[in-house]
């Protein structure tokens, strides 16, 4: 256990969803003080709840930029990064609160925010310098690993492995979005919109945000939690907060707005944001949103896997600012702030927005030569954020008149003070009013936090907590009552006017159909469906607009369906097992047994009976000729095999066994027709050959049909005809299975020897090996490099012996002929021709 002067220094380290929060509230209650920093103020407020529902309101205090709860007694706090009170040095601003000079305990978290471009110095120097008297924790990611061994040689690094698995679902579209997602947006703009869609198709959404208060965050949370919602709505502060009962991610977007441009995510903010599916030990997915009819955003395959395996690229540096400042005058300060690191792992911070406020009222000379403990006041006021986002020089305008008042010691009047808060103090408006409006009572809330900048900040801070609430309240109410009864109204009120014929019927992209501008319903391949939100008084009105108008859109579909190149198509195997012809991923007919099996028959959807008798025709000889083309490059050769049965020109022995093998699928055990191989001549038997048929000792079958495409086409139509599901095939490069393959699968290509089965063709190989050898007196019958290289154990080589007319005798083998074998049941292959085999043997 690592042990230094500040006691016990521990780096917990894991991905998301691992408990580390909860595992720091613990340990901090089980000490006689502490601290914990939170890289957000709605996190903080949330731990802030927890602890004092542990320790009682009078123990806990919360600090951060906007609000400040501080009981007298309070012995722990939870607080924002940039809030927490560590040792003061020079650079600090001044420590606030009646607060032990260190705690018993300290906790950071999200400390790889180390590497964050804007806030990074901060979780580096509180990394780096928050103790606690008796534990320090440092929360964070696995990728903080190599950094925590180098700058903190002496920590005791414990892995927190993920309790649950997160997979990949893909891109999916809002009307199909599973319950219990969150979709996640880069901007408040697309959260509105979002939210207000889903309140449209799925009854509502909730909505988390920085720019709400607590109070309404936490009423969003508990509705989701309650599931009076399934949905939820927000920006990427959700991946810094507890868990919540949440089963998928979707993406809105990867790229987000970092300051200074629009970037896509890294993999450890994709990796964060996606560890908010699953909770505990119940697993989790995610993926992107598409809308529209666009594509979305798309993961690539190498972020798609390290998210999935938890594997990310670890940080080389993290940004880093002294706090040792010199507050001789502002140009020694602004020296002070950009000095560098002897250490090449802490890199110099990038210009944030306090350091680009200073320099720009740096070049008034005034303000330059401001020395000493105004120089201290003037860096506090360039601490205030920057809420508006409105950048630094504008931003500055703001501080200069705030240090004018403060320079010397005094106070904000209370008459501007009061005149900022009643102009913001205004719920009327639309959502962006309000959410500007909330932007700037945050500034406010922020200076009333400031003891020495107002003469009564206490009566201030109520103030501006109360407007905030109001501003998030009704910022709230907009979204949730945004287009609520917009739906049909109009709709029905055009169609009673002018007719459902005219109204435009419209078919976006992605399917989705609107009369006039509302959706209505959606049309996926030919199958149209009406929205289930539309409201049953309206849906006959608004079914009949546009089901009057569909016809040319199918028209239109079925043309590209029959100018639609093979690779358009694909076989298809449903949930229960059932085979159909896919388009586009919409199913166009299923198979069912035909004349022979290697021409099922095939079945048109209901959702096609919408077209025309002709162009229904037109589409099931189109898919007929792409089945054709599919069995002439999978399983020519059994194909050729049907025709060779039916063709007078070939020898009734050939035109036999050309029978048995075509009905078979291509495959047929050589002891079941021992007596038809053994009649065949010797041009029979080139004829055979150039059917490309094998006459293996044990099976005759044909090479070219073991191949992956030629088994799955094989077992597809031996399943059609046999009105059963499609099999479990095995994994194209199997040369051997053991005894959990699926029977009817595995006995496609191989055979099956006892609890192991080989593949028919290596199984041959072995076979006539074996009376090569016999034949020139080689007393190595058995092929042992291929045995070697299959893996297969002696009961299964003894039971391939037998079965090629071999029995043990001492360490030798014995020619027995080839007497029926006792254990024939065994060679019974349930997939060789399914129910064709059977029949065969019983005739």
């Known amino acids: 256990m690592a042990a230094h002067d500040d006691g016990i220094l521990r780096a917990i380290l894991g991905p998301t969803n691992t408990g580390k929060t909860y595992l720091a509230i613990e340990r901090m209650c089980a000490h006689s003080s502490g601290v914990i920093g939170f890289p957000l103020r709605l996190l903080a407020r949330e731990v802030y709840d927890r602890v004092v529902a542990i320790k009682g309101a009078n123990q806990v205090a919360l600090l951060t930029g906007e609000e400040r709860i501080v009981p007298p007694g309070a012995r722990y706090v939870l607080c924002t990064a940039e809030s927490m009170p560590v040792k ?24 790889q925010l180390g590497s964050d471009l804007e806030r990074g110095h901060v979780f580096t120097d509180r990394m780096l310098r928050a103790r606690g008297r008796e534990e320090t924790l440092i929360l964070g990611s696995d990728t903080l690993r190599p950094l925590i061994r180098e700058l903190l040689p002496e920590a005791e690094i414990v892995s927190r492995p993920r309790f649950s698995t997160l997979r990949y679902a893909g891109a999916v579209k809002l009307s199909r979005l599973p319950p219990r997602s969150a979709i996640v947006a880069f901007s408040a703009e697309q959260v509105y919109a979002l939210a207000e869609m889903l309140r449209r198709f ?16 936490n009423a969003q949370v508990a509705m989701f939690q309650r599931g009076e919602v399934d949905y939820l709505v927000a920006t990427d502060a959700i991946g810094m907060g507890l868990n919540m009962d949440v089963g998928h991610v979707a993406f809105a977007g990867l790229e987000k707005f970092d300051g200074r441009r629009d970037r ?13 599916a699953g909770r505990h030990q119940k697993d989790g997915s995610f993926g992107t949103l598409s809308l529209g009819g666009e594509t979305g955003p798309q993961f690539s395959d190498e972020e798609i896997d390290a998210i999935e395996e938890h594997r990310f690229r670890p940080l080389d540096h993290l940004y880093w600012r002294s706090s040792d400042l010199d507050f001789t005058d502002v140009v020694s300060l602004i020296r002070s702030l950009e000095e560098r690191s002897d250490d090449p792992l802490l890199r110099p911070a990038p210009m944030a927005i306090d350091l680009a406020v200073i320099k720009t009222l740096a070049e008034d000379p005034v303000i330059a030569h401001t020395r000493g403990p105004a120089a201290r006041r003037l860096w506090a006021a ?11 020089m504008h931003h500055a305008r703001m501080v200069r008149r705030l240090f004018s008042y403060i320079h010397e010691g005094g106070h904000i009047p209370h008459e501007w003070f009061a005149a900022e808060v009643a102009r913001l103090d205004n719920v009327n408006g639309d959502i962006e009013a309000l959410a ?7 500034s406010w809330a922020y200076i009333a936090q400031r003891a020495d900048w107002l003469a009564d900040p206490l009566k201030w801070a109520e103030r501006t907590r ?10 709230h109410e907009r979204l949730t009552q945004r287009f609520v009864d917009r739906r049909t109204a109009v709709l029905v009120r055009d169609i009673g006017a002018r007719g459902a014929d005219a109204l435009p019927v419209t078919v976006a992209a992605d399917g989705e159909v609107s009369v006039g501008p509302e959706p209505i319903g959606h049309l996926a391949g030919f199958d149209f469906k009406v929205d289930p939100a539309a409201r049953h008084a309206d849906k006959r009105l608004l079914l009949a607009a546009a089901e009057r108008r569909l016809g040319d859109e199918l028209d239109r579909r079925a043309k590209s369906l029959l100018e639609a190149p093979d690779e358009a198509f694909t076989l298809v195997v449903e949930d229960e097992g059932g085979l159909a012809l896919g388009w586009e991923g919409h199913i166009l007919a299923r198979l069912s047994a035909g004349r022979s099996l290697t021409e099922p028959a095939v079945r048109t959807t209901r959702p096609l009976d919408r077209l025309s008798a002709q162009r229904r025709a037109e589409l099931r000889a189109r898919l007929e000729k792409w089945i054709e083309s599919e069995l002439d490059r999978h399983v020519r050769p059994l194909k050729d095999l049907g025709r060779a049965a039916s063709d007078p020109g070939v020898t009734p022995g050939v035109r036999a066994l050309a029978a048995m093998l075509a009905d078979a699928g291509g495959l047929l055990p050589r002891r079941a027709i021992a007596a038809q191989v053994a009649a065949l001549e010797k041009a ?15 099976d005759l079958f044909v090479p070219g049909l073991l191949k992956p495409g030629a088994q799955r086409w094989r077992a597809a139509l031996l399943a059609i005809r046999a009105g059963q599901p499609m099999p479990r095939l095995p994994d194209p490069s199997a040369s051997t299975l053991d005894g959990s393959a699926d029977p009817r699968g595995a006995a496609l290509a191989f055979r099956r020897f006892g609890a192991s089965w080989i593949r028919i063709d290596l199984a041959d190989r072995l076979a006539a090996h074996a009376h090569a050898a016999k034949q020139s007196g080689n007393a190595e019958v058995i092929d042992q490099a291929l045995v070697t290289s299959l893996g297969l154990d002696p009961a299964t080589v003894e039971r391939l012996m037998a079965d090629v007319g071999f029995v043990p005798k001492g360490d030798a083998w014995t020619w027995r002929g080839n007497r029926r074998p006792r254990r024939q049941a065994e060679n019974v292959r349930p997939g060789n021709a399914f129910s064709a085999l059977a029949e065969l043997k019983r005739k």
């Open 466 to 475: 109360s407007v905030e609430a109001r501003l998030s309240d009704a910022l």
């Open 436 to 442: 500007d409006r909330l932007a700037g009572i945050r």
């Open 264 to 276: 896509r995510l890294t993999i450890s903010e994709m990796a964060q944001i996606a560890g908010r």
């Open 202 to 217: 799925k009854g509502g959404a909730a909505v988390v945000m920085g720019a709400l208060s607590p109070a309404t965050r």
């Open 684 to 698: 029979d038997r080139h004829s055979l050959h150039r059917l490309r048929v094998r006459l293996g000792a044990l």
């Open 382 to 392: 360039c601490g205030l954020p920057d809420f508006r986002k409105v950048g630094p």
């Open 88 to 111: 003061t040095g020079r650079g600090d601003r001044p420590r606030e609160g009646p607060f032990p000079e260190q705690f018993a305990f300290a906790a950071i978290d999200e400390a």
